[in-house]
């Protein structure tokens, strides 16, 4: 038997905070990590790297699906060991990443995306029972600076894996340090899923419950459809940034990498300021609809980039997007907790979660469509930052009512 002093420390609410950050970092690194090596794979399997697109919206079919069956999971297994399944789901799909045939790519995409897709819904679970009210906007965002922190991770460490090794050898390095993950888990699954109901229901019937939780409640419409159009723009320049910078500014990859992990830096510290803010000013609709223009703008600053643009400035563009376009999310994720009935943060934040990336489905592939059709990477970046300025409008008129 482990000492009591032992269980305290791993249910205080900062080691729950730094794993359930830790474990959104390594698995959003297994999903960019792939958007990072695309160009050297693509170009030794033959595929065009617009293809990209496809298969990130394939990935997000995966995750959006797994989201969505995810809440009666948590339920009945605990949002720990729901978390734990993802990081092995992970790893055995970039491991199978490496060795499959052409054909099999989008069958790998959607089994990545399943591992992907119930990780926010599992912490949402997690944190909604062991965070203050008054420290919702800044503990969510906090957390979910795993996200830009595992592109960060991606930018730096998959650019040299990759020419060093090539990017087999760096999907599998991202693979192995799932698995250590997965382990370091453990640690705390005890205190965490000691909520669990073994005898809870799992079945199909339950996947409309968290619809009719969302869809009764005007602002949480409001809230996922934000979330909605604002992550489809924010996977756009994950997914293409990389390949952009190289073919249209003729950057080399350890540069392009460098101005995505600059966007990323940029998400960590716009996630923690905005969470503060919308915790300080009890206004986190004016802070999301704020975001979104400014993310707007940092889109359109982007799509203006010519050769003839210093790096330096490119990499101030960079870091403004991060800090708008991924800096949202924290907020978006404490408001659907917030609105979400008690004990049913995790079952709303599935299908906040599924519709949520319905955005991130559709959007990249448009944008592969849109640059495949036109040659351009300018007009995609121009035409889908426009969803995301409509809900902003919505939003900011919303709070000013």
Same mark, same amino acid.
Request: charged share 10%.
């Given at each position: 038997? #482990?000492?009591?002093?032992?269980?305290?420390?791993?249910?205080?609410?900062?080691?729950?905070?730094?794993?359930?950050?830790?474990?959104?970092?390594?698995?959003?690194?297994?999903?960019?990590?792939?958007?990072?090596?695309? @160009?050297?794979?693509?170009?030794?399997?033959?595929?065009?790297?617009?293809?990209?697109?496809?298969?990130?919206?394939?990935?997000?079919?995966?995750?959006?699906?797994?989201? +969505?069956?995810?809440?009666?999971?948590?339920?009945?297994?605990?949002?720990?060991?729901?978390?734990?399944? $993802?990081?092995?789901?992970? !790893? $055995?799909?970039?491991?199978?990443?490496?060795?499959?045939?052409?054909?099999?790519?989008?069958?790998?995409?959607?089994?990545?995306? *399943?591992?992907?897709?119930?990780?926010?819904?599992?912490?949402?679970? &997690?944190?909604?029972?062991?965070?203050?009210?008054?420290?919702?906007?800044?503990?969510?965002?906090?957390?979910?600076?795993?996200? @830009?922190?595992?592109?960060? +991770?991606?930018?730096?460490?998959?650019?040299?894996?990759?020419?060093?090794?090539?990017?087999?050898?760096?999907?599998?390095?991202?693979?192995?340090? *799932?698995?250590?993950?997965?382990?370091? !888990?453990?640690?705390?699954?005890?205190?965490?899923?000691?909520?669990?109901?073994?005898?809870?229901?799992?079945?199909?019937?339950?996947?409309?419950?968290?619809?009719?939780?969302?869809?009764?409640?005007?602002?949480?419409? =409001?809230?996922? $459809?934000?979330?909605?159009?604002? !992550?489809?723009?924010?996977?756009?320049?994950?997914?293409?940034?990389?390949?952009?910078?190289?073919?249209? +500014?003729?950057?080399?990859?350890?540069?392009?990498?460098?101005?995505?992990?600059?966007?990323?830096?940029?998400?960590?510290?716009?996630? &923690?300021?905005?969470?503060?803010?919308?915790?300080?000013?009890?206004?986190?609709?004016?802070?999301?609809?704020?975001?979104?223009?400014?993310?707007?703008?940092?889109?359109?600053?982007?799509?203006?980039?010519?050769?003839?643009?210093?790096?330096? %400035?490119?990499?101030?563009?960079?870091?403004?997007?991060?800090?708008?376009?991924?800096?949202?999310?924290?907020?978006? &994720?404490?408001?659907?907790?917030?609105?979400?009935?008690?004990?049913?943060? %995790?079952?709303?934040?599935?299908?906040?979660?599924?519709?949520?990336?319905?955005?991130?489905?559709?959007? @990249?592939? #448009?944008?592969?469509?849109?640059?495949?059709?036109?040659?351009?990477?300018?007009?995609?970046?121009?035409?889908? $930052?426009?969803?995301?300025?409509?809900?902003?409008?919505?939003?900011? =008129?919303?709070? =000013?009512?």
């Amino acid at each position: 038997m #482990l000492p009591l002093k032992y269980h305290a420390f791993m249910s205080s609410p900062a080691i729950i905070l730094a794993i359930t950050t830790a474990i959104q970092a390594v698995i959003a690194l297994a999903s960019v990590a792939v958007p990072v090596f695309a @160009p050297d794979a693509a170009r030794e399997l033959g595929l065009s790297i617009g293809r990209l697109g496809y298969f990130i919206s394939f990935m997000y079919i995966g995750a959006a699906s797994a989201a +969505l069956v995810s809440g009666g999971l948590i339920l009945r297994y605990g949002a720990v060991r729901m978390s734990q399944a $993802c990081l092995l789901i992970c !790893a $055995c799909a970039l491991a199978l990443l490496t060795v499959v045939p052409l054909a099999a790519l989008p069958l790998v995409a959607g089994l990545l995306g *399943c591992g992907y897709g119930p990780v926010t819904p599992a912490s949402t679970h &997690i944190l909604a029972r062991t965070t203050p009210p008054h420290m919702m906007s800044l503990t969510f965002s906090i957390k979910q600076t795993g996200v @830009p922190l595992g592109a960060v +991770l991606a930018g730096l460490m998959v650019p040299p894996l990759t020419l060093g090794f090539g990017w087999r050898m760096a999907a599998l390095c991202v693979a192995a340090l *799932c698995i250590v993950m997965l382990f370091v !888990a453990q640690s705390v699954r005890q205190e965490l899923d000691a909520d669990r109901d073994r005898m809870h229901p799992v079945s199909m019937a339950n996947i409309t419950l968290p619809f009719r939780l969302i869809f009764e409640n005007s602002a949480q419409v =409001r809230n996922v $459809c934000a979330a909605c159009t604002y !992550a489809g723009l924010q996977l756009c320049y994950f997914t293409f940034v990389v390949a952009y910078l190289i073919d249209s +500014l003729a950057y080399s990859l350890v540069a392009a990498g460098l101005a995505l992990s600059v966007a990323s830096i940029g998400g960590v510290v716009g996630r &923690i300021f905005w969470g503060w803010l919308a915790d300080r000013t009890r206004r986190a609709g004016v802070v999301l609809g704020a975001l979104g223009v400014g993310m707007t703008i940092a889109t359109l600053a982007t799509a203006a980039f010519t050769q003839a643009w210093p790096f330096a %400035g490119v990499l101030v563009i960079s870091a403004l997007f991060g800090i708008t376009a991924v800096g949202w999310n924290g907020v978006q &994720i404490a408001e659907t907790a917030r609105l979400s009935p008690p004990g049913m943060a %995790g079952v709303v934040g599935g299908g906040t979660t599924f519709i949520t990336f319905t955005g991130i489905i559709v959007m @990249p592939a #448009l944008f592969a469509l849109l640059h495949d059709s036109t040659g351009s990477w300018r007009v995609p970046f121009v035409l889908l $930052c426009l969803p995301a300025l409509a809900m902003a409008l919505i939003l900011l =008129r919303h709070a =000013r009512r």
